[in-house]
């Protein structure tokens, strides 16, 4: 049986807000009837397009896009939904010291001592070069994905855990980039002496 409007998540329910009395009737046809099978353009399916179009625009910007990982990311950072929701409606993205990448620190309140949260976005095709994980560290995947130098896909819902002494690197899809929510016990350590240099250089930088 398919689902009503009634028994639609949270998310959606508030997308289609804008939707007229006869666009939400046509859903909710859809939804217990299925598809129409006429191949000829029938008033009904212009509505179902018509509410194809407004639930894309609806999701496809913050913070809705993420609206699905609400409470994965809840859990990871260990705050009320309501403050997920709020931080990701505006991210106030901030560049990073590598090309193509952006990082924003997350305040979480989280129960263990000297956890290190935020949320990073990468841009398409970009290689985040190999590292070692000091302490364990994770990644909750929220839009796009990367893939690692062992050839394993990591994508949207994926929640990626890296045990302490991990040592890696990954590309990033090179259509959509990469968005994730992190939670790491401790920075990493770049294998690369120069890498090294500019990651204590940047730090020395933020403290005066």
Known sequence: MKPTTEQLPEFLEEALTDLSSSERQALTAWLQQGTPQAEAETPLTR???AIRET???QTSVE???YAPFFSRISQLFEMPEEQVVSLLTEIA???AP???VEFVDV???LSRDGVHAGLARFQPSVHYPRHRHVEREENLILAGGYTDDAGKLWQAGDLHVMDAGTVHEYWTDAEHGCVLATVSDSRIV???PWL???SVFVRALKRA
């Open 196 to 198: 090294r240099f500019l």
């Open 55 to 57: 639930l894309l625009s």
């Open 93 to 95: 993205w901030q560049k």
């Open 63 to 65: 913070p809705y896009r």
């Open 190 to 192: 770049w294998t690369s």
């Open 107 to 109: 305040d979480t309140h």
């Open 47 to 49: 509505q179902l397009e």
């Open 98 to 100: 590598l090309k193509g």
